[in-house]
């Protein structure tokens, strides 16, 4: 499965009902100082598959967003 968003591209793979997968962060060249986050483990997305089979929760929000202007605005809006 693919999911294209504000955070990146993350292509998801195939994996038994009711695991969650982690798949890191993009790394980005730009504006590498505003991302607080200091291991490479808090920089990961996530998402689980519900005990049927389906993608059922996620979470992108440890990844950097991929446009400097949307990363400089989330930190105004902070």
Do not use: M
């Not at 695991?19 to 689980?48: I, K, N, Q």
């Not at 389906?54 to 991929?66: G, L, M, V």
């Amino acid at each position: 499965d693919r999911v294209s968003n504000n955070k990146g591209e993350f292509r998801w793979p195939r994996t038994l009902a009711g695991l969650t997968v982690y798949l890191p962060c993009h790394r980005l060249a730009s504006g590498a100082g505003l991302y607080s986050a200091s291991s490479v483990e808090d920089r990961r997305a996530w998402r689980r598959c519900d005990p049927a089979g389906f993608w059922a929760e996620e979470d992108y929000s440890r990844c950097q967003y991929q446009k400097d202007v949307t990363r400089v605005l989330h930190i105004i809006n902070q």
